[in-house]
């Protein structure tokens, strides 16, 4: 794989998913069948996941047989090298109050959660952007707001 800005841009898409990931590190672990894959994430939206990982090229399909490919292999392996566990102590943080709730949507990529947009005291600044590498399964968003 070229390192074409489009291909990275759909590598970092695909990784960019919590069930894709899960679908990803399943893979690590040996060639799975559909239905295994099914089993851990559920059946809504698998196509979309597996199409999603199949155009970054990193997995292959063939039939109902799902596994990673060379490039796939190689992604997770730099990725198992990289990373290193760090615990945070949050024992000192101060409590957050959400002082309005703006607006509760529905997820886009998953109906069984929600994207809230909300007021919350005190200023939480910058604070989110460290917590949000501490918290895999959230995307935030923050926008300041005058």
Not at 53 to 65: C, P, V
């Amino acid at each position: 794989m070229s390192e074409d800005t489009s291909e990275t841009k759909l590598v970092n898409f695909a990784m960019a998913n919590k069930a894709r990931r899960k679908i990803s590190n399943f893979l690590a672990n040996g060639d799975r069948n559909i239905e295994e894959i099914e089993g851990i994430i559920g059946k809504g939206m698998l196509d979309f996941h597996l199409k999603i990982l199949q155009d970054a090229r990193l997995i292959e399909l063939k039939g109902r047989n799902v596994k990673l490919s060379e490039y796939g292999k190689n992604f997770l392996k730099g990725k198992k090298e990289n990373t290193t566990e760090e615990i945070k102590d949050l024992s000192q943080a101060k409590p957050v109050e959400i002082a309005e709730i703006r607006q509760l949507l529905p997820c886009i990529a998953d109906s069984s959660k929600f994207r809230v947009i909300a007021n919350m005291t005190p200023s939480l600044g910058g604070i989110l952007k460290s917590l949000s590498l501490s918290f895999l399964e959230a995307i935030i968003w923050i926008e300041k707001i005058a």
